[in-house]
């Protein structure tokens, strides 16, 4: 009996591992991209956004924007993971170097479950 419960847990870890692993794949192939609208697909209802000229606790639809306008102002050129681990609480983050033009941005972003699913509630681009 305690060997089915070992194997469920397991089981359900890895599923688990497996999701939060797709999730920040998708995320950093959005940012590589330039893609606010995938991106978004990925935003808590409302998060943090920390970019050049705005720092503020938005909507995901105003977040939205807010990241087209950023992107379309600074069209990717390279990005590239430069870390991505896990913190209490269930929580994932990732950093990396977003490039565009001769201006490169930090980048930091920080997920949380929010209904089964990770979800970005804090998003930085910090010019470097």
Known sequence: MRL????????????????????TDEINKAIRGGDATTLSDHFNSSLDISIPGTDQTMSRAHATQVIKKFFSENPPKSYKVNHIGSSREATKYIIGTYTSGIRSYKTYALLKINDGKYRIVQLQFELE
């Open 4 to 23: 089915i419960i070992y194997t469920c847990i397991f089981i359900l870890g890895i599923s688990a591992g497996a999701t939060a692993q797709e999730t």
